[in-house]
């Protein structure tokens, strides 16, 4: 019974999302993202367009039971199985939170002045924009990290391995990155939190639907869940200068060598215009994955390869940074050059299998 209940656990947690509305996969964001895919595909085909038009392109059984598909699932399924809350009992929002508080409050200053004095309305109004804003810039920046570090870019190629997108695409991660990111999001929200208690004082809440950051929700809202799926849903030129449309993430899954390293952004694509790796959608039909050919070979989407291989590749990476900054280090009398030149020798091309490129 107990090895049934260690495989059941992550089955039951994936269910329980789905009536969470705090999770990306909650039922109700699911079937939003289905009405506007609806109302795309009714401007798109106004002649053609039914009911069993729609179906037959939100279901398409070449992107659902595709090997691509099925490797979602099943790393989604392992990391459930895997960490099942042992990274947030090692590093939480709420221990970050109140280291940050105490050492705030220990300078002083804010044992003096404890809060600053505003409407009383406009707390959880800062508050709730501060966290959203903060926490969407640090992913784009960890989001950049894991393209542009040799070492991360091995286990967010598995990610990228993806060739068909749905929903589930979004947990298509290796356990590595799966760490990253829980890390950063304690780190960071758990910052915000303890910097703005002492801050704000008692008078800190947040705007909230159904217990679920306000702004979070608007985010799914207005379909979240497009980004990784077959349906191209565009905003105008002007908007997507300043939020990410599922159609800009899309293409950021393209192989075209134009597209690499484009679209960061996770919200805001403002923070992309910024730092110089915005594109705007395109109207054309995209090819996801590694390589032009990369689902050709089944074993690309084998659990066992998307775990290991990019251990192997992360292994041959770092040995080959390490014997770059030795010999560096002995030309230069002791003195190492810099990461961008070491790194140019470990440049990993967007574009191939887990194994670094030279």
Known sequence: ?????IVLDPIVALLSDLWNPQKRIFLGYLGLAALIAAVVLRLRYPSSFSLKLLIRTLFAGKVWLSQSSFADIKLLLFNRLLFGGIVTQVLSKSTVGLSVYFLLMDTGWFSVTPGILLPEHMYPLIFTAILFIVDDYSRYWTHRALHRIPILWEFHKVHHSATTLTPLTIFRTHPVEAIVFSMRGALVQGTVVGAAFAVFGSNLNLFTILGANILSVLFHVVGSNLRHSHIQLRYPRGLERWLVSPAQ??????????????????????????????????????TYGLTENYNVDRVNHTLSHLLFAPLTAAYRCLSHFACSACSSLAAKGGKITSWARVRSTTQVVRPGSFQSQK
């Open 249 to 286: 993430h899309q293409l950021h899954h393209s192989v075209s060598e134009e597209h690499f390293d484009k679209n960061f952004g996770v919200a805001f694509s403002c923070w992309d215009l910024i730092h110089g790796t915005h594109h705007f959608s395109q109207a054309r039909r995209l």
């Open 1 to 5: 019974m107990v090895e049934l209940d």
